[in-house]
């Protein structure tokens, strides 16, 4: 590796002395090579710099919230706008009865919107919405898919109770006999069917909704009186204009969403339809934060290109653009390379890498020739990236699969269990 690194070798130590493990998370010190830089310093459009000062056109547009570019002029310009005019007051602006306006104009289910900080918070408050519409406590879920860090669904159990996990029962994702028998077992105490709008969870391949899936999910539902949430707190306006399941014609009663709605400004949301309404307002549920009018102005701003722009097809066309390259390239070394998923949410992962240790050489020479990708979770496109970005990512990979190639076979093993445990070697 020729790229310095000295800042960011500096700010690790000085971390691991004053922040728990170094870091948390998702950011936790050893889920990414060891030649990942953890900190950086500055994002202009489609690319990050890191503390060092290396610059890499950045794949995973901050796990999602960056969908038209790091510092966008527009969004931007709105959220210091209104920040110099009142952000946390002691009440709301007229923004937020606007955005709610706005999103349920936009999102075909949604006839109310409350409006929250982190994803979790959202998908916490669907979980609320559905046990108080329902007076019941069992929700179905599929196992493996993420739907945030609260105790109630952190993927690491540890510092919870039994209690916090009580009454959820797993099913397989696109799996309608599991699905089935998860509502059985329920029996007559089911509150929810939670679901991903596609199968996005991390180190295996991505799957879209299969058709059967997502129809008996709703029908489920109406059989039963639960309510059908679906997380889109991470896919939501990145595979559609409206709620992403509206692509193939189910309609859920809640959807989440968070992570993209301003653009990289912290808001998430819940929207309902009219059933869970009532349900909604008798829930007690706040935060000091969540009435910001700044990151409102910069979601608005945002959703104003979510109308007037074709950065959906764009994000779309060039991820497909970026999938069938490298899986062409990647033969032409004669190796395989598996792209799964929607080509603007894209997972790459290679065959016979069960120890992930080609992902791990891959992405380090990718990361050398200034492109930042991510070994095994699924990466995000944005529109601020161009024609010209993905040609210098089919480039880099070119050399990248060469490396690969000549190198592989004396690859050092990757220790997966010490990363999945979150780095704590
Ligand atoms: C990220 C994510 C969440 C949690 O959102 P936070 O803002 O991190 O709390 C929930 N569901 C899905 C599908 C996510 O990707």
Redesign the pocket.
């Given at each position: 590796m020729t790229r310095a690194n000295s800042q960011d070798r500096a700010l690790r130590d000085r971390a691991a002395a004053v922040i728990p493990g170094g870091m948390y998370g998702h950011q936790a010190v050893g889920l990414l090579p060891d030649d990942y830089p953890q900190f950086f310093k500055r994002g202009d459009g489609a690319h990050i710099w890191d503390a060092d000062g290396n610059r890499y056109l950045d794949l995973m547009c901050a796990?999602?919230p960056n969908l038209f570019g790091y510092a966008h002029p527009e969004i931007d310009a709105a959220y210091v706008r209104q920040l110099g005019v009142g952000d946390t007051l002691t009440g709301p602006t007229a923004l937020m009865v606007r955005l709610a306006e706005e999103m349920t104009e936009m999102v075909g289910h949604a006839a109310w919107a409350m409006f929250c900080k982190?994803?979790?918070?959202a998908?916490t408050m669907a979980l609320m919405t559905a046990r108080a519409h329902t007076r019941r406590k069992t929700i179905v879920r599929a196992k493996g898919a993420?739907?945030?860090?609260a105790p109630w669904c952190t993927p690491r159990p540890t510092g919870t109770i039994d209690a916090d996990h009580a009454h959820q029962i797993f099913c397989d994702y696109n799996d309608v006999a599991s699905l089935e028998e998860a509502v059985a077992k329920a029996g007559d105490d089911l509150a929810a069917i939670f679901a991903?709008p596609f199968k996005?969870d991390a180190f295996i391949d991505q799957a879209r909704p299969d058709l059967a899936y997502a129809r008996k999910a709703r029908e489920l539902a109406d059989a039963t009186g639960a309510l059908l949430i679906v997380?889109d707190?991470?896919a939501g306006l990145r595979v559609a204009r409206d709620c992403s399941w509206s692509a193939i014609g189910v309609e859920p009663d809640l959807s989440?969403w968070?992570?993209c709605i301003a653009n990289g400004h912290p808001i998430?949301a819940l929207l309902g339809s009219e059933k869970a309404r009532k349900a909604a307002a008798s829930i007690y549920v706040t935060g000091s934060f969540w009435f910001q009018a700044a990151p409102m102005a910069a979601a608005l701003e945002t959703l104003r290109l979510v109308r007037t722009t074709d950065y959906l097809e764009r994000i779309a066309g060039m991820g497909e653009r970026l999938s069938a390259g490298l899986t062409e390239r990647a033969a032409a070394h004669g190796l395989g390379l598996r792209c799964s998923g929607p080509g603007q949410m894209p997972l790459y992962l290679f065959d016979d890498d069960p120890d992930l240790r080609k992902g791990f050489f891959f992405v380090s020479q990718m990361l050398d020739r200034g492109a930042y990708l991510h070994p095994w979770h699924n990466m995000f496109l944005c529109a601020a990236m161009t024609d010209a970005d993905i040609d210098g990512v089919l480039n880099a990979a070119e050399d990248a699969f060469a490396a690969l190639k000549r190198e592989g076979p004396g690859l050092a093993p990757v220790d997966k269990l010490a990363f999945l445990a979150g780095g704590q070697r």
């Amino acid at each position: 590796m020729t790229r310095a690194n000295s800042q960011d070798r500096a700010l690790r130590d000085r971390a691991a002395a004053v922040i728990p493990g170094g870091m948390y998370g998702h950011q936790a010190v050893g889920l990414l090579p060891d030649d990942y830089p953890q900190f950086f310093k500055r994002g202009d459009g489609a690319h990050i710099w890191d503390a060092d000062g290396n610059r890499y056109l950045d794949l995973m547009c901050a796990y999602g919230p960056n969908l038209f570019g790091y510092a966008h002029p527009e969004i931007d310009a709105a959220y210091v706008r209104q920040l110099g005019v009142g952000d946390t007051l002691t009440g709301p602006t007229a923004l937020m009865v606007r955005l709610a306006e706005e999103m349920t104009e936009m999102v075909g289910h949604a006839a109310w919107a409350m409006f929250c900080k982190n994803g979790t918070d959202a998908t916490t408050m669907a979980l609320m919405t559905a046990r108080a519409h329902t007076r019941r406590k069992t929700i179905v879920r599929a196992k493996g898919a993420y739907h945030g860090a609260a105790p109630w669904c952190t993927p690491r159990p540890t510092g919870t109770i039994d209690a916090d996990h009580a009454h959820q029962i797993f099913c397989d994702y696109n799996d309608v006999a599991s699905l089935e028998e998860a509502v059985a077992k329920a029996g007559d105490d089911l509150a929810a069917i939670f679901a991903a709008p596609f199968k996005h969870d991390a180190f295996i391949d991505q799957a879209r909704p299969d058709l059967a899936y997502a129809r008996k999910a709703r029908e489920l539902a109406d059989a039963t009186g639960a309510l059908l949430i679906v997380d889109d707190v991470r896919a939501g306006l990145r595979v559609a204009r409206d709620c992403s399941w509206s692509a193939i014609g189910v309609e859920p009663d809640l959807s989440t969403w968070g992570k993209c709605i301003a653009n990289g400004h912290p808001i998430s949301a819940l929207l309902g339809s009219e059933k869970a309404r009532k349900a909604a307002a008798s829930i007690y549920v706040t935060g000091s934060f969540w009435f910001q009018a700044a990151p409102m102005a910069a979601a608005l701003e945002t959703l104003r290109l979510v109308r007037t722009t074709d950065y959906l097809e764009r994000i779309a066309g060039m991820g497909e653009r970026l999938s069938a390259g490298l899986t062409e390239r990647a033969a032409a070394h004669g190796l395989g390379l598996r792209c799964s998923g929607p080509g603007q949410m894209p997972l790459y992962l290679f065959d016979d890498d069960p120890d992930l240790r080609k992902g791990f050489f891959f992405v380090s020479q990718m990361l050398d020739r200034g492109a930042y990708l991510h070994p095994w979770h699924n990466m995000f496109l944005c529109a601020a990236m161009t024609d010209a970005d993905i040609d210098g990512v089919l480039n880099a990979a070119e050399d990248a699969f060469a490396a690969l190639k000549r190198e592989g076979p004396g690859l050092a093993p990757v220790d997966k269990l010490a990363f999945l445990a979150g780095g704590q070697r």
